[in-house]
């Protein structure tokens, strides 16, 4: 399988050269030249897979379409080591529980940090330890988070040989529990950088460092980010999971509703239906940051401020410039590398936004592509936590909540929808004190968490200084 730039930079890449660089080097994001398309037959396999031998197996099934500069035999054993019962606290590891008529949620949050990060992270951090010895290599990671990211990040890569973590985060925006999660770990390879702004500013960081060409290869920079296209794979298998719980045979279709920030989650349910997963539709599901509603409902792609993006109660979807929103432009353009790499250079950084709601091709996002989308509000939260307690007796977290509010406007009686669960409730405790006047109940293992002390470097949005601190706690290249 040969990688490609969404930007159409000539280079043509193998899985495990695209594995530790991240972005491509005209700051376009990788995609292979082909979705492999599953036919009857081998969708009826894969469930039987699934069903008999479980997720480890599934996901080896998918990602070696994807992946044929890994051994069969080395593919296989390091899925196996990633998904286990002892890792997920699950035999299923993606289990899916109903919620109320026609409406179920995929258990994402059984994983180490208790968010669904955990799914594509700790294959990340396998998938780079084996890959760097067979190299013989280092690998300095830089990555930018909103909240779950950088802790399933951490823990997935925490004294994993060659490899260094160094984690951007916006200072004071994540929860307590988030940041003691971060911060707590005393690694000699983990580096947290709290810097002075949003969520945006930090990726803004992160893209700048890896722009500079000479730098990312003199200091071997790779991303953990969902621009990582080894991440966003990890994340297809578990819509291939989803679907086999929910539909009784291969006939049905069903649809899936995305809390969204960074566009990654949803991007891998857009890989899973190109691939012949019969999804009907996916539903994108925003906080106040609505930025991808207002393009599914306008055709107006419009990034906001540093200053205009606003601080809410789901503080992992704070985000106006979604990173792998350009793979889905990319598909939706027919390919164009030329107008994408015009949309997401050019026209974005003149005007702030581009439109394509005069373009014909528009309304295939919906119709050709499924998708759909929708907003909640902090009160919609604090509702859906309030009803999901009293009628379902199920707490939700606050991303989760903006889930199923969004789904409700969207499912139809035809078709199960299925929320994907963004974290366990003790991650956001405060939304949740808020809205039911207790707090949710806390893993014993993280019982002292937030007492723990803290490691972070707090920094302004100065891309030089990130660099000098990388160049300091590096060995000399």
Known sequence: MIYISTRGHASKQRFCDILLEGLAPDGGLYLPTHYPVLDKQQLVAMRQVFETQGYAHLAFEILRLYIDDIPPDDLRALCQKTYTADVFCSPLIAPVRPFEKNVFILELSNGPTLAFKDMAMQLLGNLFEYELNRRS?????????????????????????????????????????QQAQMFSLQDPNIFNIAVE??????????????????????????????????????????????????????????????????????CAGHVARMMGLPIRHLVVATNENDVLDEFFRTGIYKVRSSSHTFETSSPSMDISKASNFERFIFDLTARNAEKTAQLFGPELQAKGQFSLAHEPFFNQAA???????????????????????????????????????????????????????????????????????????????????????????????????????????????
């Open 137 to 177: 290599a280092e690998l300095n990671i830089l990555g930018a988070t909103s909240g779950d990211t950088g802790s399933a990040a951490e823990y997935a890569m925490r004294g994993k040989k060659g490899v260094r973590v160094f984690m951007t985060s916006p200072h004071g925006r994540m929860s307590k529990f």
């Open 367 to 477: 119709q050709q592509y499924g998708f759909q989308s929708g907003k909640s509000t902090h009160q919609n939260r604090l509702d859906t936590i309030r009803a999901a307690s009293s009628q379902q007796g199920q707490i939700l977290d606050p991303h989760t909540a903006d889930g199923i509010k969004v789904a409700r406007d969207w499912v139809q009686p035809d078709t199960p929808m299925v929320v994907l669960e963004t974290a366990l409730p003790i991650k956001f405790e405060s939304t949740i004190l808020e809205a039911l006047g207790r707090s949710p109940d806390m893993p014993s293992k993280f019982a002292h968490l937030e007492n723990l002390p803290q490691r972070v470097e707090v920094m302004s949005t100065d891309v030089g200084r990130i660099k000098s601190f990388i160049e300091k706690h590096c060995t000399t290249p």
């Open 197 to 266: 702004g949003v969520f945006d500013d930090c990726q803004d960081m992160v893209k700048a460092v890896s722009n500079d060409l000479d730098f990312k290869r003199r200091y071997k920079i790779g991303t953990v980010n969902s621009i990582n296209w080894a991440r966003l794979l990890a994340q297809v298998v578990y819509y291939f999971a989803a679907y086999f719980q929910v539909a009784k045979s291969n006939a049905e279709r069903i649809s899936f509703t995305v809390p969204s920030g960074n566009f990654g989650n949803v």
